[in-house]
């Protein structure tokens, strides 16, 4: 039995993952819900995963995988995420810039619903440096762990992001941007 909260999560969870192929992070879920802070949403988590109905994926960021529905609720189908709308402006865009015609694509989705990624080199785990495109090497990576936008991989060198799951080897999956955010 879930309560009203849970149930509503573990529909927006699954509305999510269906429209845009990846778990919403804690912060789309308390404000799909209404919530204050972020603490509601992991003890929401926990009791759904307590009862059985999702399954956090160890040391990955939006991974959430929904195991089952309760009976009377149906299927991933059925689920809606009602409580967030984002304003989308529909249009053509490829996620590609006209200069990057000439290059060849980044990715490429085989039949095995996995991904592709050139895996562009190693990044220092505390001070961001830049990624070169020196390397011949590729990352098989799930389509749906991958938003849209063009992606590639890095080695994580360093120790210096243990505290936040992050070790020295880990391969970081980073979206292609002019300029980089904190």
Do not use: C, W
């Amino acid at each position: 039995m879930l309560t009203p909260k849970q149930l509503e999560l573990l529909k927006y969870i699954a509305g999510h993952v269906r429209k845009k192929g990846v778990s919403p992070s804690f912060d789309e879920m308390k404000d799909a819900l209404g919530l204050k802070s972020k603490s509601g949403i992991h003890r929401l988590i926990t009791g759904l995963e307590e009862r059985g109905f999702i399954r956090r994926l160890p040391h990955r960021a939006r991974a959430l995988e929904i195991l089952r529905f309760p009976e009377n609720m149906g299927s991933l189908e059925q689920a809606d995420d009602k409580g967030f709308s984002p304003n989308v402006i529909e249009g053509g865009y490829d996620g590609r810039d006209d200069e990057d015609e000439d290059d060849d694509d980044n990715a490429e989705i085989p039949d095995n619903g996995m991904i592709n990624l050139p895996l562009y080199g190693r990044i220092a785990a505390g001070l961001p440096i830049e990624a070169m495109r020196n390397s011949g090497e590729t990352f098989d990576v799930p389509a749906s762990l991958l938003g849209a936008g063009e992606h590639y991989a890095l080695e994580v060198q360093g120790d210096s992001m243990i505290d936040a799951g992050i070790h020295d080897g880990d391969i970081a999956i980073v979206e292609h941007a002019d300029s980089a955010e904190t």
